[in-house]
Structure formats: structure tokens, C-alpha cells
């Protein structure tokens, strides 16, 4: 049993839909135009991948019907926000099948705790028929990303964090994503972003591009407000024998005159497409060009993430895949 690289085949992917005006109290008609953006260039018209737009409910599902190609799926299933990597299964697959391990979620460490996010990756796993592995410690897809052949990264900052598990050393986190996606190696990370709500994620911060193979951003601008986490985690990623690439970072950013997590790191990896999250920032074409030439097989498509990074994420974080059997 293991668990597949994001770079593997997938059978289909979800995404969450956003339509609730209370966590988008701005931007909602924008954040929904860009999750769409997203779905039907995964889905390529049919072309790409199963493409699975998770909706809140049937008025939230009639108005993503309009936004998406006839290809994309579309079904009901009750959640808080549309943060699936977070809180949708993590699937492994081996010589017996596929596992969907489904993690405990509080919210982030209790900042965020709304109705249905604690059980939408038991659902997820049941719509699709997936055996379920429950497990009784918090763990977010986000904090976590594996190569495929035993190697995760992850950050002490949001692992580690007492507000996630307050009783577990190190030791018992790494026995524990051992035991559950039977990873050899782990790379600790330390801080993520600047801003970012889940105590960074490291889907913001690095990201395998291959087996062995990690990319970090690198700070241009002196104003770069990551340029010390950035070189910390290429420090201790190279440290761990890992093969760095330095792509370039979004750079300062801001949303309403605050420090916002822009990253161009939440890229999503599909069978035919890779989403690259893009700012109207100086650098997102120089992003583009970067990142296109390590899927030399995919086509690079570079959206508008603007909406999105206002509720908090990008691309990476409302998707969760579904590894081939």
C-alpha cells in the first residue's frame, strides 16, 4: 500500500463549489467564476480528468451548472467551506485496493469550525465506494505532500502545532503517518507563510515535482516577506538529500492593505493540466514559464486566483484527488 504522487492518474478529482455568503462575505460571484475557471480546465471538455464539483446544496448546484462545461459532475453534499484538500480523504491504493483515510478536522486548530467539515471525507469516500480508515488525530491534506515513494514534507509550524493534537510528540506523528500512508521519510519543514491561517500549510510553501523532487519559491524583491522561511526550507529540504528547484515567489502581497499568503506553490497537478494560481502579480507569467518546464508533459494554465486567496487558499487547497485503482 502507499500513497500515490499528485503526478499519478487520477480517476477523478473533487472540488468544492463556494455559496456561502457568510464565509464570502465579498468576492462570492468572483470566487465562483474562478473554482469554475478551474473545474473545466481540469476537465478539459471531457478531455482531462473526472471532474467532481462538490456543492453545498441544489441552489448553490444550479448556479455552478451554468459556470461549468457539460462534462464537469456535479453533486450535493452538505459542508462548511470548500477547503477539500483539508477535509476530503486522502486515498492510498495498493495490491487490496484503495483506502480512503479520513482524519480528524477542527477547523484549523479551532479558528474556522462549521457544520459538515468534520465528517464530508467519510461522505466523499462512501459516494465513491472506498473503504474508509477513520483515525483519531487531526491531520489536513494541505500540511502534508508525498512523492509517492516514501517521501512526505510537511512544517512543525502546523504539524506539530498543540492546537492540532495537543498530546502528540514528533515521534507519534511520524509512527502515525507512517502507519497511514506507509511514507519511509519525513522532511520537517519549519514555519510556512507569512498570514496563512492553517499555520502553514506546506502546499504554500513546497511542493514534490518528482520522486526526490522539491520546488521552493525564491525571494527577488528585498520586501519579500517569506524570503527567510523560504531559504530555511530549501536549508532543510537539501539537508534531507532532497533535489531543490527555486522557482520564483509571488513577492509581497497584500489584500486590503494586509500581508495576504499568495503562493504560486498551490498549483494543482491533473492528468492533462497543471492549474497554476496567477495575482496580477509581476511575477505570475515568470511563474508560468518556471513551472511549465518541470511538467514538460501537461499543459500549464495559468488562472486567476485573486477571489479565492481572499477566502484564503487557491487551486491546491479546494481539490482532493482520486488516485486510479
Known amino acids: ?137 487531526v491531520l489536513e491534506g494541505g500540511a502534508i505532500d508525498g512523492d509517492g515513494h516514501g517521501l512526505l514534507l510537511t512544517t512543525e509550524q502546523c504539524v506539530l502545532n498543540s492546537n492540532r493534537n495537543t498530546d502528540m510528540t514528533r515521534e507519534r506523528v511520524e509512527t502515525g503517518l507512517s502507519d497511514a500512508l506507509q511514507v519511509s521519510t519525513i522532511c520537517w519543514l519549519g514555519n510556512g507563510l507569512m498570514a496563512d491561517h492553517t499555520d502553514g500549510h506546506v502546499d504554500n510553501l513546497a511542493r514534490f515535482v518528482g520522486v526526490g523532487k522539491v520546488v521552493i519559491p525564491k525571494a527577488h524583491e528585498a520586501d519579500d516577506p517569506n524570503s527567510a522561511i523560504f531559504e530555511d526550507a530549501a536549508r532543510r529540504a537539501a539537508a534531507e538529500g532532497l533535489e531543490i528547484v527555486r522557482i520564483s515567489s509571488v513577492g509581497k502581497y497584500t489584500v486590503d492593505g494586509t500581508i495576504a499568503p499568495a503562493s504560486y506553490m498551490n498549483f494543482y497537478i491533473g492528468n492533462n493540466a497543471v492549474a497554476v494560481p496567477q495575482y496580477g502579480a509581476k511575477n505570475d507569467n515568470r511563474a508560468i514559464t518556471e513551472i511549465a518546464s518541470l511538467f514538460p508533459d501537461r499543459k500549464i494554465v495559468g488562472l486567476s486566483s485573486v477571489a479565492l486567496l481572499r477566502g484564503g487558499g487557491s487551486f491546491h487547497c479546494i481539490s482532493q484527488q482520486i488516485p486510479i485503482a
Open 1 to 137: 500500500m502507499r500513497w500515490p504522487a499528485e503526478w499519478e492518474p487520477h480517476e477523478a478529482v473533487w472540488i468544492g463549489f463556494p455559496g456561502n455568503p457568510e464565509e464570502w462575505p465579498e468576492q462570492l460571484a468572483e470566487a465562483q467564476l474562478e473554482v469554475a475557471a478551474f473545474a473545466n480546465a481540469v476537465g478539459d471538455d471531457g478531455h482531462g480528468e473526472r471532474v467532481i464539483l462538490v456543492c453545498r446544496n441544489q441552489t448553490d448546484a444550479n448556479g455552478a451548472r451554468v459556470l461549468v462545461n457539460a462534462a464537469v459532475q456535479i453533486v450535493i453534499e452538505p459542508f462548511g467551506d470548500i477547503w477539500l484538500r483539508d477535509t476530503g480523504p486522502i486515498i492510498t491504493r495498493g495490491d487490496h485496493g484503495r483506502t480512503a483515510h479520513v482524519f480528524g478536522f477542527n477547523g484549523w486548530g479551532g479558528k474556522f469550525e462549521m457544520a459538515g467539515d468534520q465528517d464530508i471525507g467519510s461522505r466523499l469516500a462512501r459516494s465513491w465506494n472506498l473503504s474508509a480508515h477513520d483515525h483519531d488525530w
